[in-house]
């Protein structure tokens, strides 16, 4: 396997794993804390702002600090140590200071895109992002419909025991994907990579 490939890999678990939050918010809301419509209205408007300040304020500045790779692996920590937290949490307000270590999770998307356009040459520059568009569409149609399934057949079987932990296991699905993901980029170093051909598509 590449280096494209391996990081392309990581790029498409993390934006599955992005989809959680969008298939299973307002289940997960309405269940834990029994939100009403206007506080999950504001939960969204609280992460979409968070989420867009800390990619226009703390992207560029942490991955100039720390590099592109280690704000990569920063940010997916934060959306896993985010979701572990979240799956555990037992009141509404909890929500939203855990809403900050997801929105930072944010700042690892633009480092992966920026290390795999150093990774390809200028000619399959547009071939690249068209992939990464690709991936992206696919898995906003894979995510909601995965993690929806997930999350009922973990519900149904909750019931089944009667136990009073649900969605726990799948809202803490990301720090797994993200540990992965983790563990087989370790494996493929891309510092000062020189950059090779993008492999042609079928």
Request: charged fraction near 10%.
């Amino acid at each position: 396997m590449t280096v494209v490939a391996a990081l392309m890999a990581v790029f498409f678990i993390m934006q599955l794993v992005g989809q959680v939050p969008a298939a299973l918010w307002v289940i997960f809301g309405e269940d834990r804390f029994h939100w009403d419509a206007t506080t999950i209205g504001i939960s969204l408007a609280a992460f979409g702002i968070l989420h867009s300040l800390a990619r226009a304020m703390i992207t560029g500045p942490v991955a100039a600090r720390l590099g592109e790779r280690r704000a990569l692996m920063l940010g997916m920590i934060a959306d896993g140590t985010g979701y572990i937290l979240l799956a555990f949490a037992t009141r509404g307000w909890m929500a939203f200071p855990i809403m900050v270590l997801l929105a930072s999770g944010g700042i690892g998307m633009p480092a992966l895109q920026a290390m795999l356009s150093e990774q390809v040459d200028e000619e399959r520059q547009g071939q690249l992002q068209g992939s990464l568009a690709a991936l992206t569409s696919l898995t906003s149609i894979v995510g909601p419909l995965l993690f929806t399934a997930i999350s009922c057949g973990f519900y149904n079987n909750v019931e089944r025991v009667g136990m009073d932990c649900r969605r726990c296991p799948l809202l803490a699905l990301p720090a797994g994907a993200a540990s992965r993901a983790l563990e087989k980029f370790f494996k493929f170093p891309v510092a000062h990579s020189p950059a090779i051909p993008f492999p042609a598509l079928p």
